[in-house]
C-alpha cells in the first residue's frame, strides 16, 4: 500500500496485508491445547456472531449504499433493495447447494469416511430406531444388541463408537461449509480492495487515502474471521499447523479478488452491490443453518449463545469504529 505504485500493485499489497492478517488471526490456535468441545462450541458462537455482525456493517450496508448510488435503481435510490435482495438469495442457494454436492461426492466427508465407506449414513438424519433387542455374551459379560432387520449383532461400545463417528462426520461437514462462508465472504471485501485502489481518482472521494483506510479496515475486521475458523478446527481434534492452515486459506482469494478489482474496476462496480449480498447471504445461511445447531448440539448452548454475543460485539465494534 505504497502511494505511487500502479493501481493493480497497490491492490496487490493492500490484499496481501488483509491475508496476513486473517493468518495472524489463524496462528491463535498454537495456544489452544487438547480437544475441548466446550471451547470449540464458544468459538463456533464466537463465529456465527462474527458472520453476522459483518454480514451486515461489512456487506449489506456498503451494497445497499452502493447500488442507491446507481441511477439504474431510481433517482433516489428507492430500488436499491433489488440487487441487494437477489444477491443476498443467490448467496444462500450458493451455500445450499454446496452442501448438497459436498455430500454427495464426499468432499465435507471426514477422513474415516475416505478410508471406511461401510458406514455411510446421512448426516443430516438421526440415527433409525433400533429394538432393544439384547442379548448376553456368556465369555465377555458384556450386553449385546441386533441392528436393524439383519442379523449383525453389535455391542454397546460398538453402537456408541458409531454414533460417535455420525457426530463427527456432522461437525466435519459443517465446519467445511463454515470455511466455504468465510471465503465467499472474502472475495467481494478482496474485489472492494481492488476496486477502492482501482478507481483513485475516478471521483473526488476515491483517493489514496480512502482506499488505504478501507484495506486497513477489512484488514483488522478479518483477524477475528481467521480465528472464527481456526479455532473451532483445533477443538474438533485438528493439529495446529493444519487448524492454522485452513484458517488463512480463507483469506488466500483476497489477493487474487483484489488484482481482478483494480484491472476490471470499470466493470466490477454496477456488480458489486451483488457481490457484497451474495457474500452476506452465504454467511447468514451457513450461520443459523449450521452453525448455532452445531453450538447447541452438545449441552454448551448457553456458553455458544454469549460467544455469539461477544463476536457480534466485536465485529461490529470494528466495523463502525473503521467505517
Not at 27 to 51: C, E, H
Not at 198 to 211: D, N, P, V, Y
Not at 234 to 261: C, D, H, M, N, R
Not at 265 to 279: E, G, H, K, N, Q
Amino acid at each position: 500500500m505504497l502511494e505511487g505504485y500502479s493501481p493493480v500493485t497497490q491492490a496487490l499489497l493492500g490484499t496481501l496485508f488483509t491475508w496476513g492478517l486473517t493468518a495472524l488471526g489463524a496462528a491463535t490456535a498454537i495456544f489452544l491445547r487438547g480437544n475441548q468441545r466446550k471451547f470449540m462450541d464458544i468459538s463456533l458462537g464466537f463465529a456465527a456472531g462474527v458472520m453476522l455482525a459483518a454480514s451486515y456493517w461489512s456487506l449489506l450496508e456498503p451494497a445497499l449504499e452502493m447500488a442507491a448510488g446507481l441511477s439504474t435503481y431510481g433517482e433516489n435510490g428507492q430500488w436499491a433493495f433489488v440487487p441487494v435482495s437477489v444477491g443476498f438469495f443467490l448467496g444462500a442457494a450458493f451455500v445450499f447447494g454446496a452442501d448438497l454436492v459436498m455430500s454427495s461426492i464426499g468432499v465435507g466427508s471426514s477422513p474415516l469416511d475416505l478410508i471406511d465407506k461401510k458406514v455411510e449414513p446421512d448426516s443430516e438424519s438421526p440415527l433409525p430406531e433400533q429394538e432393544p433387542q439384547f442379548q448376553m455374551n456368556g465369555e465377555s459379560g458384556l450386553r449385546l444388541r441386533r441392528v436393524g432387520a439383519g442379523s449383525e449383532v453389535v455391542s454397546i461400545g460398538e453402537q456408541e463408537e458409531r454414533e460417535d463417528e455420525i457426530k463427527k462426520r456432522s461437525s466435519w461437514r459443517r465446519i467445511m461449509l463454515l470455511i466455504v462462508a468465510v471465503t465467499v465472504h472474502n472475495i467481494p471485501e478482496g474485489l472492494a480492495v481492488g476496486v477502492g485502489f482501482g478507481a483513485i481518482g475516478r471521483t473526488k472521494s476515491a483517493t489514496f487515502e480512502s482506499a488505504r483506510n478501507l484495506a486497513l479496515g477489512i484488514g483488522i475486521q478479518n483477524f477475528p474471521e481467521g480465528i472464527a475458523v481456526s479455532l473451532p478446527l483445533k477443538a474438533a481434534g485438528f493439529s495446529t499447523a493444519k487448524a492454522i492452515w485452513y484458517g488463512q486459506l480463507s483469506g488466500l482469494v483476497e489477493p487474487i479478488a483484489g488484482v481482478l478489482g483494480a484491472a476490471l474496476v470499470s466493470f466490477i462496480v454496477p456488480l458489486l452491490p451483488y457481490a457484497l449480498a451474495f457474500a452476506a447471504g452465504a454467511m447468514v445461511y451457513v450461520v443459523v443453518d449450521d452453525i448455532i445447531p452445531e453450538a447447541q448440539s452438545e449441552g454448551n448452548g448457553k456458553a455458544a449463545s454469549w460467544g455469539a454475543i461477544v463476536g457480534f460485539i466485536v465485529m461490529m465494534s470494528l466495523d463502525v469504529a473503521l467505517g
